[in-house]
């Protein structure tokens, strides 16, 4: 199976500050389609995950422009370049590259 | 407007069978363009992906759970029901079906919680 480790596992932000969280996969990502299959969401308290970017770089519909997502192989970043009170939550990143897909253990974002 | 909502029981008790039906709108697996999978959480754990359906009728199980579940569409009526065998209390959690499309679940339904007790 392919492991996804978070770093950190709890963050606390100041608002307007930046944050980054590092996801790093025990396997390469890269796909035989060309495409990375690394997401992240957002699990806002009391609700359902929401998807914030796919295919490692690409921001999902609705998503502001405050989030980021880069990296390749085996190293992947998601970045909030200006952090808002509406951000907190838990942020999991996920493969799809290989059965079983999995998730990493999620990094708690409060606000200070 | 996409919408996916999960039914099902609340409460099972040790080696029942569970059913959960995700009943969606606002997209079609006929069209081939998406799938609907169920990923669950556990109590203040990650999500698990169990299960992914495409249009076509294709399947994929998480392999530690695969001999317990059974994934099914009906498309006439937007449906996708998940099956899970000899419930266990290591299976109580929050059971959430999923849109997916462009390679990622990018609309969630608001989620069930199924608790297994004696």
């Known amino acids: 199976d392919i492991v996804m480790t978070q770093s950190p596992l709890s963050l606390s932000v100041t608002p307007g500050e930046p944050a980054s969280i590092s996801c790093r996969s025990s396997?390469?990502?890269?796909?035989?389609?060309?495409?990375?299959?690394l997401d992240w969401y957002l699990q806002k308290p009391g609700q359902s995950p929401q998807l914030l970017i796919y295919?490692?770089?690409n921001r999902a519909s609705g998503v502001p422009e405050r989030f980021s997502g880069s990296g390749s192989g085996t190293d992947f970043t998601l970045k909030i370049s200006r952090v808002e009170a509406e951000d907190v939550g838990v942020y999991y990143c996920?493969?799809?590259?290989?059965?079983?897909?999995?998730f990493g253990q999620g990094t708690k974002v409060e606000i200070e | 407007q996409i919408t996916l909502k999960e039914s099902g029981p609340t409460l099972m008790k040790p080696t029942q069978t569970l059913t959960l039906t995700c009943s969606f709108s606002?997209?079609?697996?006929?069209?081939?363009?998406?799938?609907v999978g169920w990923i669950r959480q556990p109590p203040g754990k990650a999500p698990e992906c169990l299960a992914v359906?495409?249009?076509?009728?294709?399947?994929l199980y998480s392999p530690s759970l695969k001999n317990r579940l059974t994934i099914t569409q009906d498309t006439s009526k937007n449906q996708v029901v998940l099956t899970m065998t000899n419930m266990d209390p290591a299976d109580t959690a929050v059971y959430y079906c999923?849109?997916?499309?462009?390679?990622?679940?990018?609309?969630w339904g608001q989620g069930a919680l199924v608790t297994v007790s004696s």
């Open positions: 999923a849109r997916r499309q462009s390679a990622a679940f990018d609309y």
């Open positions: 606002g997209f079609s697996l006929a069209t081939g363009r998406a799938a």
């Open positions: 359906i495409y249009g076509n009728d294709d399947k």
């Open positions: 396997q390469d990502l890269m796909h035989s389609n060309g495409y990375i299959h």
């Open positions: 295919l490692a770089s």
């Open positions: 996920f493969q799809s590259r290989q059965i079983p897909w999995t």
